[in-house]
């Protein structure tokens, strides 16, 4: 077996005998962050549990921090009050990222681990089976229920040689995008294995498994070996340690060999994570901004990396530099170490320990700005500024930009690699209710400023219906595109008000038409072409469309986060039983339906008539019959 099949077997509650299969299993640890937190404990309340029943629920706080406004601490407030109320640990805003948090303080080898944001895979750095999820599902999981996937099937990654220096992790899960792209892993998990596993420390795994979030597969994993000991020693928790390996080089549906010793620096060209080019390509290009941080490369070994590259140098004269550390333990290290000062002499802005520029929340570049960021998502219109072109590259390409002013290959100007600390300092004072957690206060106050809304209430899913196309999108259309985050990320507690900006980077009257629709009786249909819903676990771009009046979305393919937040919010995903149909639709078109129930019922395909252009088309829904029952219900809360 492969560590992913351990890992499924050893957690499976019913169901699933192999790849394809639904599977239930139980799920250990559940995390939750601020942006998708709120509607997940107001989803949790709803169910009517007396607390949190998974072994450790943490609820962070590190999205929306920037608090222009009361809505952000209105949401930090219920956060606080409701974590306490049910027993989850509460990570105050300042902390950090919920994953490099998560992985030095909480993850288990071995461990099930769900999150209600996409890239809780970087859990997998340490050898947990540690997959994203829509709020609603992280929900269930931390009230005891278990978590649906499809069994996967598992890509093998080979490592063999170790990396020259100024070649990093990042440079590593790029060439797997190359190889891979971000449409079309649906269902798969990625296992790393090889001799040129032993020679990634973890925080470089770590990288590896948050950005495989952008192939689209289920999860990515490391094994845990002396590597992943140390690490655990080193952050007071070696108790947690168990090793984890693979019984052999056989369990994987396919394998890809890197040769870490050949591989050079390589970027993401606008406008997507699977756009990859070699640095040297772009070697030259005038840059405007330099973001440097995120969930991906935020660790110790990353800022440290740069401060070191910018040691006596200064970042040039017309280029914008920030910093944001991943925790505040990484955050504490540099200033003990005097690298903070360092990174302060060189000119660097030093942000917060938060999501920041990462989500668009701040640092937008200026007006056709080159950004050179080592986060994992450059679509199109996510850092605020449409005309941006960001290119998404490693902290080492970052810091020799920095220094030239234009994209510079770091290899020539590389440090000496950073060494693990045999002792983090460990402070987790900002971690609250640590002692209640699993219990927590029975009759706390639960606060519950203006900007808590409620969970709009799902209805069954109606026999026959008359529809509007009411848009037609093309490939890859990501969450971003569906639920604009940036400066319209503070309405996620409020789903009328957040409604408003659903498809706004790409037709702002959407909404408008879409409720006008819905008031008239009718149905809305999304229209779609392939890998519809890539990127973020937000359920906003699921629960926000069904407040719209959405209750069907036909698309070429589905991500599959999107694909469980759109049966989560009774809303039938579906694709077409011949592709060609897509272009036969227009935008606007009148479908109409009947026998919709029983089709779904019976687990067959639906046929539609578009009215306008006089022809009926086939679509089919690829479901379990529990996600079957789920739409039919309206949804996931009115089926519990
Ligand atoms: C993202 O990176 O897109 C986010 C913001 O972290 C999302 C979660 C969200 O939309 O709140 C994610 O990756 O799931
Ligand atoms: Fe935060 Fe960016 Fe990571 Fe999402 S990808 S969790 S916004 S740092």
Redesign the pocket.
Known sequence: MNIVDKIISAHRVSGGNGPGEEVAIRIDQCLT?D??GTMAYLQFESMGLDRVKAELAVSYVD?NTVQVGFENADDHDYLQSVAKRYGAIYSKPGNGICHQLHLERFGVPGKTLIG????TPTGGGIGMLAM?AGGIDVAVAMGGGPFYIKWPETIGVRLVGSLRPGVSAKDVILKVLARYGTKGNVGKVVEYFGPGVATLDVPSRATICNMG?ELGVTSSLFPSDETTRLFLEAQGRGGDWSPLAPDGDSGYCDVFEIDLSALEPLAAAPHSPGNIVSVSSIAGMKVNQIMIGS?TNSSYRDIKTVAKMLEGRRVAQDVEVGIACGSRQVFKMLADEGLLSTLIAAGCRILENA?GF??GAHMSPSTNAVSLRTN??NFEA?SGTKSAQVYLVSPETAAASAIAGVVADPRPVAVAPVAMPERFPIDDSMFLYRDTAGVGVPGAEIVRGPNIGKVPAGTPFPDAFDAVAAIKVGDKVT??HI?P?GAR?KF?SNVPQYAKYVFEPVDPTFHDRALASKETGKVNVIVAGESYGQ????E?AAMCPMYLGVRLVVAKSIER?HKANLVNFGIIPCTFADQKDYDRIGMGDEISASGVRQALEGGSDIVLRDVTGGFEFTVRADLSPRERRTILAGGLLASL
Do not use: K, P
């Not at 209600?116 to 890239?119: F, K, Y």
């Not at 990127?535 to 937000?538: E, K, M, P, T």
């Open positions: 962050q942006a998708t999205h209600s944001d996409s890239h994203g979030a969930c999501c990462c989500i994992n998502r996510r969450t971003d639920m985050a990320l996620r990127g973020s676990s937000r906003h986060i």
